[in-house]
């Protein structure tokens, strides 16, 4: 009996010190303790040791671009490192250029703060936000496009500029087990402060799902922004807009923050689609011409039908501009939508003599 009483004391000492031990070694090993961020050899601040940098710099309410939600997959959330850091690591080597890798440029969200950092991000990065929207408005513009219009709470408000985006936080839902976020263009004017206007078109991905098959009027968004160095840019040479789908909305939002501003530049905003049906937010644009004497709308369809009983212009877009477009005389670009469209208008402007520093896109699938 005395032998099996010392077995179970040995045994229960044995585990108790394990116990012990092991937590120690949390204390000791895992615990970094706190660790100083220095960014832009400005602003300090303190975290806890052995998280990510981007989600320390979340914690601080600091927003590094990121669509994978911090899986590695993105390659979004680069971040320069001054000093600290480490190795880079090989998830994030698929991601870094030989120039990144120069500069000590790093994946934010495989980097773990285990000693002081030093890094250096471009100071907008400061003036993102996240904000909590509720759905006021969510309807159907073509069959693929859905137009949902965003409240925030009393009291609360964004600024952007014309042209630029945010991303959306999509929740975990029926068809999704992983949260993600999904860059969105803002249509409405930036003089609407308490609301936002997004064009949603259907891909068949996570958040288009998540928007065309179960988002609802009253429903909750999480939002961060805004992004992007798409935005108007004052001057007075002409404007020449064009953009396929969804691209209509930055646009929209540069032409409405023209009319506000009674910014009487001129400008043509050539826009394709594929038949009638395809053509949305119409009525306005057509107030926008009236509104803005020197701008011109050109609708092109690619593919009208009999019931299209169309009369305007019928190709791409890209050949609608070429046939419009005298000289580039004096005039700057502003581009939005599929990356090969957005390239063949670029090369097309560049042969005619535009310089790159003229040309504005936004390329989106
Ligand atoms: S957040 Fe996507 S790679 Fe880092």
Not at 121 to 133: A, C, M, R, T
Request: net charge negative; hydrophobic share 35%.
């Amino acid at each position: 009996m005395d032998r099996v009483f010392n077995t179970v004391l040995i045994i229960s000492s044995i585990s108790a010190t394990l116990a012990l031990l092991l937590s120690i070694a949390n204390k000791t090993i895992a615990n970094y303790g706190n660790k100083k961020i220095t960014i832009n050899d400005d602003k300090e601040y303190i975290v806890d040791g052995g998280d990510s940098l981007l989600s320390s710099l979340i914690e601080n309410e600091i927003f590094i671009p990121s669509a994978c939600g911090g899986k590695g997959s993105c390659g979004y959330c680069k971040v320069k490192v001054d000093s600290g850091g480490g190795q880079t690591l090989p998830t994030e080597l698929g991601y870094l250029t030989n120039e990144d890798r120069e500069e000590g440029v790093r994946l934010s969200c495989q980097l773990k703060v285990k000693e002081d950092l030093s890094i250096s991000i471009p100071e907008e990065l400061f003036n993102l936000k996240q904000y909590e929207y509720t759905v006021n408005f969510i309807k159907d513009v073509t069959s693929k496009i859905k137009y949902l219009s965003l409240n925030l709470p009393e009291g609360k408000e964004i600024e952007f500029k014309p042209g630029q985006y945010i991303q959306i936080l999509v929740p975990q839902y029926k068809e999704n087990d992983e949260e993600i976020y999904r860059a969105y263009s803002i249509a409405s004017s930036p003089a609407s402060k308490n609301y936002i206007e997004l064009f949603i078109g259907y891909t068949g991905g996570i958040c288009t799902t998540y928007i065309h098959k179960y988002l609802n009027a009253k429903d909750k968004v999480s939002i961060i922004g805004p992004f992007g160095d798409f935005y108007y840019r004052d001057g007075s040479s002409e404007m020449i807009m064009v953009a396929i789908g969804t691209g209509l909305a930055p646009i929209l939002s540069i032409l409405r923050y023209m009319k506000e501003h009674k910014i009487d530049r001129k400008a043509t905003f050539y826009f394709g689609a594929r038949t009638r049906d395809d053509l949305y937010a119409l009525e306005e644009i057509n107030e926008l011409e009236r509104a803005l004497p020197n701008f011109t709308f050109v609708p092109t369809l690619s593919r009208p039908t009999e019931k299209c009983d169309w009369t305007g212009d019928v190709g791409r877009v890209t050949n609608c501009l070429e046939k419009y477009l005298n000289n580039i005389e004096d005039k700057e670009a502003y581009l939005c939508g599929s990356p090969r469209m957005i390239d063949s208008v670029v090369d097309m402007l560049k042969e005619r003599g535009m310089g790159e520093e003229q040309i504005y896109y936004d390329k989106f699938e």
